[in-house]
């Protein structure tokens, strides 16, 4: 039974310095959980088994210590799990709202209440209006651009 509890101690003493290493670094708490469990299995093999058979697992652990940490340290091992590519992606910021200008007239898509969706030319835009109600289909004047939002009244 006693060699049970240390293979035991000693694969997830590796286990959890692989998972620390390869897929959560820098949580630290997995990592150093792992050296713990690696070094009880270490000292119980020691203990229970023998010098000749502590020097052996000592050795052992040594070694895939150093390689789970080479392996996980590579740029290709870190590649699998950092952000590679670049977001070109944007968004359109309604302070610079291509088409829309104070003064422009549109067409209320929905019931301003006070807000709601405005039709200029062929672009679609939220809207709010300064408090007053306005029916759907009612013609709308840009009053201004506010705090990223366009503010309407009745044309």
């Keep these: 039974m006693d060699w049970f509890l240390i293979v035991v101690l000693l694969v997830f003493g590796a286990a959890f310095l692989a998972a620390e ?5 820098g949580t630290t708490i997995v990592g150093l959980a792992g ?3 690696l070094t009880v299995g270490i000292w119980l093999s020691y203990r229970d088994l023998g010098s000749t058979t502590g020097h052996i697992i000592l050795g052992a652990s040594l070694v895939l210590t150093v390689v789970v940490v080479w392996y996980g340290l590579r740029p290709q091992s870190v590649n699998k799990f950092a952000l590679t590519e670049r977001n070109t992606a944007r968004v359109d910021d309604v302070r610079r709202a291509a088409g829309v200008e104070p003064g422009q007239v549109g067409r209320a898509l929905s019931a301003m209440r006070p807000a709601g969706t405005v039709l200029f030319g062929d672009e679609r835009r939220e809207a709010t209006t300064r408090g007053e109600f306005l029916a759907a289909g009612a013609a709308v004047r840009v009053l ?8 309407v009244a009745a044309a």
């Design 21 to 25: 290493v390869l897929l959560i670094p």
């Design 35 to 37: 050296f713990i469990l």
């Design 144 to 151: 201004g651009i506010e705090q990223n939002r366009i503010v």
